[in-house]
């Protein structure tokens, strides 16, 4: 079974950065792309950023030129650096492929921007 798990999340001040880990186990990252998705309380999960297989990127609008998606191969790991982070960031931030290929959804992490 593939597991999925997150952390790195906390609470950090409005500009402040974070980076959150997703561990991959059963798989390889590299083998399918893999996601970053959050959901606020209220709203609805959606996909912030997203890594294909062939490494290349891509963001909601929200999010770019702000946070970086990349993962390392011999780690198994996926990462997402945050930087300049705004209290609508604040949400559940979890881990996944992006559909038709997405998995079960693990526990995610949160994040909270606040002064």
């Known amino acids: 079974q593939v597991q999925l798990v997150e952390s790195g999340g906390g609470l950090v001040q409005p500009g402040g950065s974070l980076r959150l880990s997703c561990a991959v186990s059963?798989?390889?990252?590299?083998?399918?792309?893999m996601g970053w998705y959050r959901q606020a309380p209220g709203k609805q999960r959606i996909l912030v950023a997203t890594?294909?297989?062939?490494?290349?990127?891509s963001y909601v609008d929200s999010v770019k030129g702000r946070f970086t998606i990349s993962r390392d191969n011999a780690k198994n790991t996926v990462y997402l650096q945050m930087n300049s982070l705004k209290p609508e960031d604040t949400a559940v931030y979890y881990c996944?492929?992006?559909?038709?290929?997405?998995?079960?959804w693990g526990r995610g992490i949160q994040v909270t921007v606040s002064s």
């Open positions: 996944n492929r992006p559909r038709p290929y997405s998995l079960s």
């Open positions: 059963g798989s390889s990252v590299s083998s399918y792309a």
């Open positions: 890594m294909a297989r062939d490494g290349s990127t």
